[in-house]
Every structure is written in C-alpha cells, then in structure tokens.
Antibody, heavy 121, light 108 residues
C-alpha cells in the first residue's frame, strides 16, 4: 500500500523559507508515470493546490504562488520536497503531499496525513 | 481561473436519508477533470469520485457522481453515520487546479 509522510519544521519565522519533505513508501516515485503534489489547507478553511512534479523533474505551480515556490524530487531517496520563500502568517496551514494522477483526468488518490506549519516570530 | 461554487454550505440530514451536494463551475470543465473528496476532522481528504462519475477504489456504491453542463453533483444514496464530513469538489482547467469551498454534511 502506497504511503506518504510529510516532515519538516512546524514553526517558521516570517520572511524565512518553509521547507518540507515528503517520503514515499510502498512504490518507487519513478514508476507508473505519476505526478507528486503539495496541497495546503489553512486552519478551518479549504484546500489550495500548490504545485506538482513529475519524476523527471518537470514542475507545474499554482500561478498565485509561483514566484515563491520550488518543488524538487530526489528519486534516489524516494522523496520530493517543497520550498516556499518569504512566508507570512497567511502561509500558516496544514501542508499535505499527495500522489497526483494527471493522465485521463486530474486528481489526488493517495495523501499524507499532513503537517501543520505555523508562521510566527 | 475556474471557480467552483459548492452548495449548500451546510447540509443537515439524518442517517438513512439521501444527500445531494452541488458543485457549479464558473466556466466549462471537462468531466474527466472533476473529482470529489471527503474530509473528516483531523484527517487528510479521501478521494471519492474522479472523472465526475467514477468511484475510487474501495468507495461504497452509495456514493455516485453526475454532471449536467457546468453543474456537478455528488449523491449519497443512504447516509451512514460515517458519511458526516466535509466534501470538496476539485477541477483542472486553464493550467490551474482549484477546489470548491466545501459542503459540510452534518447530522440533523
């Protein structure tokens, strides 16, 4: 069974860079032609797609965040990562990683449990 | 940007009743790019429906999806106690993936 697990600091200072890693187990991140995504959810609010990456490194970002987001993949570690720069309190959210089916449709079929990142000094 | 508007915001029903949740797109959305998720408190969303009407693996038959133009519907035929949660629709179009704001399904 595919499993995803987010890891990284739970507290980030304003103006700094948020960094998270998603470790994939149960399958190779390079197999199957899947994309891998980051999605966030502010406390008590809805879901926002941040961006997705293919195993080859091709990336697609939400245009509203594109100037601050970098998603990368490390196939040797079966991980992909998120960096969000110049954070503010508005970036406080639960951050999820997910497998992204993007062929013949576009949807997220496996999710990590999520990790809360708070932006505060 | 394609905006998805879900209605109602909150739906109060009893176990055994039928639930009908709506998701309206601001522009045309190909049905293959419309999905529904269920989210319970403290949990990640769970994929229910993809391609507007295909059930994801392990999803009970009481969950079904349909479309009519820019209107998409999630129907739960007979509510079970575990179905009370928040439901989100999601679409891909114009190089952007967006979610609706959610419908909270609560026990009456």
């Amino acid at each position: 069974q595919l499993q995803l697990q987010e890891s990284g600091p739970g507290l980030v200072k304003p103006s700094e860079t948020l960094s998270l890693t998603c470790t994939v187990s149960g399958d190779s991140i390079s197999s199957g032609g899947y994309y891998w995504a980051w999605i966030r959810q502010p406390p008590g609010k809805g879901l926002e797609w941040i961006g997705s990456i293919f195993s080859t490194g091709s990336t697609y970002y939400n245009s509203s965040l594109k100037s601050r987001v970098t998603i990368s993949v490390d196939t040797s570690k079966n991980q992909f990562s998120l960096k969000l720069s110049s954070v503010s309190a508005a970036d406080t959210s639960v951050y999820y990683c997910a497998r992204h089916i993007w062929a013949g449709g576009s949807y997220f079929d496996f999710w990590g449990q999520g990790t809360l990142v708070t932006v505060s000094s | 940007e394609i905006v998805l508007t879900q209605s109602p915001g909150t739906l109060s029903l009893s176990p055994g009743e039928r639930a009908t949740l709506s998701c309206r797109a601001s522009q045309s959305v190909s049905s293959i790019y419309l999905a529904w998720y269920q989210q319970k408190p403290g949990q990640a969303p769970r994929l229910l429906i993809y391609g507007a009407s295909s059930r994801a693996s392990g999803i009970p038959e009481r969950f079904s999806g349909s479309e009519s133009g820019t209107d998409f519907t999630l129907t739960i035929s007979r509510l079970e106690p575990e179905d009370f949660a928040v439901y989100y629709c999601q679409q891909y179009g114009s190089s952007l993936i967006t979610f609706g704001q959610g419908t909270r399904l609560e026990i009456k």
